[in-house]
């Protein structure tokens, strides 16, 4: 009898030490990253989250489910959620390139150049072909100062597409590094050759010149260079990733209406929102700053239209609003040097004019 007990005893310790472990599964959603605030998110982004999450907790344990949601991480900028599930993604599914090549974009992003080149290696271990992997890689050990091994990686590049800038553009710029302008002036030139409007290309070269005491081709050089283009690597993991950025437009429309609505909070969310996007979008800082010019927050309003101006000093809007609030916080003076700027800009700015008008106390409206 005291044996059955014992017995008895023992399952039931058992089947309690089993439950208190949750199943693999459910550990594997536990760890997935989250936003704690996605519901104060654009509409758009929060319903994508939602969507990729469920996916998630339908199948935990397939990386390629954990390694989508990290790419609409990282293409909404949440970069430690991103990094997550890369290496959540890594650990499901280790034969696959794509999450080693996001790691190694983010390492790099960080400045963890060490990290960038393990992973980048990495990825080529699995995908020798994808050679957009070895510029990265070369970049990487530039950066972390293995010109040889930087020199070896951007030879192999050349090899890999010779109609591509990128091996050459990579072996000049090793070049200059190690101080052979000579042969980083070879390099540039072969570079711009294969891309004549290749921005850095021209510009690296155009420096090496003058190095070389070219100063009439560092000269011709630099007087294009306004006219020359950023040449996009061509990288379909990383478009990928850029294919599932928000349209920030379609953001601050959203947060216009949700002002017009009255509802400031949601508005405000939305702007800054944007601004953690692209923080040099000059329609969400002057939203804001009209935001917070309504709400009577002038300092604020100042400060968010001042930054405006900055990112844009041709548009009359900012000016005219800074006016307002440079007038409510007791820089009356600096603030009709704004409505003269916004004048001088647009003399028929209705805001402009209206603001004139006020100040002036005239009956009419100049016209």
């Known amino acids: 009898m005291r044996g059955d007990r014992g017995d008895l005893l ?10 208190s472990e949750p199943p693999p599964q459910i550990a594997a959603v536990v760890d997935i990253p989250r936003i704690s605030n996605l519901s104060e998110l654009d509409p758009g982004f929060a319903t994508a989250v939602r969507d990729a999450m469920a996916a998630v907790e339908r199948d935990p344990l397939s990386g ?18 991103a990094r997550r599930c890369y290496e959540r993604a890594v650990e499901l599914d280790p034969g696959t390139a794509e999450w080693p090549y996001y790691l190694g974009f983010l390492a790099a992003g960080r400045g963890a150049q060490d990290e960038a080149a393990r992973r980048f290696e990495r990825v080529l271990e699995v995908r020798p072909s994808y050679w957009a992997a070895r510029v990265r890689l070369g970049n990487a050990l530039l950066a972390a100062r293995d010109l040889d091994g930087a020199e070896r990686a951007f030879r192999a590049v050349r090899s890999a597409a010779p109609g591509a800038p990128w091996g050459e553009l990579g ?26 409007r290749h ?19 560092a000269a011709e050089l630099l007087r294009d260079l306004a006219e020359a283009e ?3 690597l061509d ?39 944007v601004l953690r996007l692209d923080p040099d979008s000059y329609d969400a800082h002057l939203n804001l700053g009209v935001l917070y010019g309504l709400a009577d927050r002038n300092r604020e309003a100042a400060e968010a ?5 900055e990112i844009d000093p041709n548009r009359a809007d900012a000016y005219a609003l800074l006016t307002i609030a440079y007038i409510k916080t007791g820089r009356a003076e600096e603030g009709l040097r704004q409505l003269e700027k916004a004048l001088e800009i647009d003399p028929d700015h209705l805001r402009a004019r209206e603001i004139l008008h006020n100040l002036s106390g005239n009956q009419a409206p100049p016209g």
Do not use: W
């Open 235 to 273: 990288d379909p993991m990383l478009q990928a990733v850029l294919a599932l950025v928000r349209d920030t437009q379609g953001m601050i429309r959203t947060a216009n209406q949700r002002l017009a609505d009255g509802d400031h909070q949601a508005a405000e969310r939305l702007y800054l929102e």
């Open 305 to 309: 239209l001042e930054r405006a101006v």
């Open 171 to 196: 072996l000049g710029k090793t070049a200059r590094r190690r101080g052979d302008f000579e042969a980083a002036a070879e390099h540039l030139r072969s570079s711009l050759a294969l891309d004549p």
């Open 230 to 232: 950023p040449s996009n």
């Open 10 to 19: 023992a399952l039931l310790a058992s089947l309690l030490l089993a439950c």
């Open 199 to 217: 921005r850095e290309t021209r510009y690296l070269l155009a420096m090496t010149e003058r190095r070389l005491g070219n100063e009439a081709r």
């Open 64 to 81: 390629a489910a954990v390694g989508a949601l990290g790419r609409l991480y990282q293409a909404h900028r949440y970069l430690d959620q």
